[in-house]
């Protein structure tokens, strides 16, 4: 932040306030208050925090991010339990005795 009266000082505050009032409420008309609030929260709640694109998540919002991540997880899982198949697979060719106690089968 900048010292007051210079160009940074409320920088943050007027840019967010801009987005607001340009993606979140221009070209309504409210009857209350409440029906205002309401209108400011569902945008910066449903839309400005979740699906807006953010330079940090790789220029994906955070659903898409969290989607991919998931996604990501759910074929790592995949692989590590293919590859413990494939371990049991050896062991048995070898002809070792597999117990659901040596960590070596997944007890399903």
Known sequence: MGSVGDSYDNAL???????????GVRGHVFATRAEANLALFEYING??????????????SPIEFEEKHYANQATAE??????????????AAAGEDLEVGDGLVDGA
């Open 13 to 23: 505050t007027e840019n967010l306030w801009m987005l607001i009032k340009t993606e």
């Open 78 to 91: 995949q692989v590590n339990h293919s590859a413990g198949a494939v371990g049991d697979q050896i062991h």
């Open 47 to 60: 839309f400005y925090n979740s699906r807006r694109i953010q330079e940090r998540l790789g220029f994906l």
